[in-house]
């Protein structure tokens, strides 16, 4: 690192799907995200159908395995 470098501070899991992070998100107090990463994920998940939570929860559970080994420092 240099002096002047910008850092950045990461608040859900970036692996996570995008409700679930948005949900992160909001829990944080931000509100829904509009990033463009997020925007992208939500269109395409509309042209395919999927707007429900249907086929979230695997990435939700694989997020949160994610999550509480790297809390507990494990690998």
């Not at 939500?42 to 080994?69: H, I, Q, Y």
Request: aromatic share 6%; charged share 30%.
């Amino acid at each position: 690192m240099k002096p002047g470098d910008e850092l950045l501070v990461t608040y859900v899991n970036p692996e996570m799907g995008v409700r679930s992070r948005r949900r992160e998100l909001e829990g944080w107090g931000f509100g829904e995200c509009v990033c463009s990463r997020c925007v992208a994920e939500v269109r395409l998940l509309k042209e395919s159908g999927n707007t429900g939570m249907e086929g979230d929860g695997e990435w939700e559970m694989e997020g949160l395995a994610v999550e509480l080994k790297a809390g507990l420092g494990v690998t």
